[in-house]
Nanobody, 128 residues
Framework: QTQLVESGGGLVQAGGSLRLSCTAS????????MGWFRQTPGKEREFVAA????????KYVDSMLGRVTISRDNAKNTVSLQMDGLKPEESATYYC?????????????????????WGQGTQVTVPS
């Protein structure tokens, strides 16, 4: 497992943008498939975005297509989530996650059970 630390959350008006970042410890970051999830109290953790180890493939939740971009910089051990046109219903705690699944080089995982490293979360609030 690797330690993950998110940053960049906050309060943003509806329609605004926010960029979340996640920094990983250690020197094996490039072997981790990475993902972002979000969760609100009383609800299950929801997939938002995923990226392969080399960053050549990405996957997004349907509701945010065209408004969200995941990217990574393996030299800096970071993965980012750019979110535009934010909506009040997208207020949640956003979590960065990593998976060392053998197929993370070519497959993208939307199932939280596939991830074995998690950050502590960063709050995103979009007032209605």
């Amino acid at each position: 497992q690797t330690q993950l630390v998110e940053s960049g959350g906050g309060l943003v008006q509806a329609g605004g943008s926010l960029r979340l970042s996640c920094t990983a410890s250690g020197n094996s970051f490039s072997s981790y498939g990475m993902g972002w999830f979000r969760q609100t109290p009383g609800k299950e953790r929801e997939f938002v975005a995923a990226i392969t180890t080399a960053g050549d493939k990405t996957k997004y939740v349907d509701s945010m297509l065209g408004r969200v971009t995941i990217s990574r910089d393996n030299a800096k051990n970071t993965v980012s989530l750019q979110m535009d046109g934010l909506k009040p219903e997208e207020s949640a705690t956003y979590y960065c996650a990593g998976t060392k699944a053998a197929l993370a080089r070519i497959l993208l995982f939307a199932d939280s059970k596939m991830y074995d490293s998690w950050g502590q979360g960063t709050q995103v609030t979009v007032p209605s």
